[in-house]
C-alpha cells in the first residue's frame, strides 16, 4: 500500500473511532434480497460452527479493522459500518442521521433542511459539526467529535436538546426527517453491540459525491473539495463543553425526543437558556 493511502488511513482511523474489534459490513441476503449489516466472523457459515446470530454466537472469531478492510472499503469493494458504543458506555462521536423514509402519503421530508438546522444550532452552541450525504445520497449524516471518549449518555443529552432546538424532533415528529441517533444506547445493554453507522468514504459511493463531508459555503450541496484536509483539521467537542451545556439545561441520562417538533417547537431556540461560554 502507498504511504498516501497509510497516511489517510491513519487519519480516518483517527477521526472515525468506534470498536475496532469489530467490523460490521453490509450485505444481501441471496435468497430474500434483504439487505443488512453483519461483524466480519472467520467462522461465518461454517458448518456445525456457525448460527447466524451473532450476538448469541458461542463460536465468533471477529475480525479486527484492518488497512487492508479500509482500502477495500475506499475502492468500493466493500461497505463498512463502525459501532460507536464502546464497551464501557463512553464513545469518540455522535452522528444524527435525517433522512425521507416517507410520510404515509403526506407531505415529504426535508433532509437537507433539518440537518442544516441542526448543524447550525450545534454551530451556535460551541459544538463543530460536519453533515455528509448518506451512501443512497438521499439522506444526511450529521457528525459531532470528540477529542477523547465521553460518555454515551452525555453525547446522547446534548445531541437530543439541540434536535429539539432546531424542531427536529417533539410531538409531531413525522414532520422531521430525523431518525436515530449513533449510538441509539447510553450505554451497553448486555446485547449485541449497539448500533452501527455506514463509515463515509465508500469508493462507489463518493464517485457519486455522497459519502462525503459537505461544504457549508454550498449550501450543504457539494462537497468540501480536498476531503483529506478536512478530516486533519476536524474541530473536537470537550466534554466540558458538553458538561457546559447539561448543566445550563438540566439535562440527564436517558434523554428522549419529546418537545420542539417542527410547527409546534415548545423549545424553541429563543425559549431555551443560554448557555455560559
Known amino acids: 500500500m502507498s504511504q498516501d493511502f497509510s497516511e489517510f488511513a491513519a487519519l480516518f482511523r483517527q477521526v472515525f473511532r468506534g470498536r475496532e474489534d469489530k467490523v460490521p459490513r453490509y450485505y444481501v441476503a441471496k435468497k430474500t434480497g434483504r439487505p443488512g449489516y453483519s461483524p466480519i466472523c472467520s467462522n461465518r457459515f461454517k458448518e456445525g460452527v456457525c ?8 463460536n465468533p472469531s471477529y475480525v479486527p479493522l484492518s488497512d487492508h478492510l479500509l482500502s477495500q472499503h475506499f475502492t468500493g469493494k466493500e461497505i463498512l459500518g463502525v459501532y460507536p458504543l464502546l464497551p464501557d458506555g463512553n464513545c469518540w462521536f455522535i452522528a444524527a442521521d435525517f433522512d425521507d423514509h416517507g410520510n404515509n ?22 459544538i463543530p459539526c460536519y ?5 443512497s445520497g ?25 434536535l429539539r432546538e432546531a424542531g427536529a424532533i417533539g410531538e409531531d415528529q413525522q ?11 447510553d450505554k451497553p445493554s448486555g446485547k449485541g453491540f449497539g448500533n452501527l453507522i455506514a463509515l463515509p468514504y465508500q469508493g462507489k459511493a463518493a464517485e457519486q459525491n455522497h ?9 450543504f450541496k457539494t462537497p468540501f473539495p480536498y476531503q483529506p484536509e478536512i478530516l486533519r483539521t476536524i474541530q473536537r467537542t470537550t466534554e466540558a463543553d458538553l458538561d457546559r451545556i447539561i448543566e445550563a439545561w438540566a439535562l ?15 423549545t424553541a431556540i429563543w425559549m431555551l437558556p443560554a448557555v455560559p461560554s
Open 175 to 185: 414532520l422531521s426527517s430525523f431518525d436515530r441517533l449513533f449510538p441509539n444506547q
Open 211 to 219: 459519502t462525503l463531508f459537505l461544504d457549508p459555503d454550498s449550501g
Open 105 to 126: 402519503g403526506g407531505p415529504p421530508r426535508d433532509p437537507l433542511r433539518d440537518a442544516t438546522e441542526f448543524h447550525a444550532c450545534c454551530e451556535a452552541r460551541g
Open 51 to 58: 448460527r447466524l446470530q451473532c450476538w448469541s454466537c458461542p
Open 138 to 162: 438521499k439522506g444526511l449524516h450529521a457528525w459531532i467529535f470528540f477529542d477523547a471518549p465521553v460518555p454515551a449518555w452525555k453525547a446522547r443529552a446534548v445531541a437530543f436538546a439541540m
Open 252 to 266: 440527564k441520562a436517558g434523554a428522549k425526543p419529546s418537545g420542539g417538533a417542527r410547527g409546534h417547537r415548545l
Open 131 to 135: 453533515l455528509e450525504r448518506s451512501k
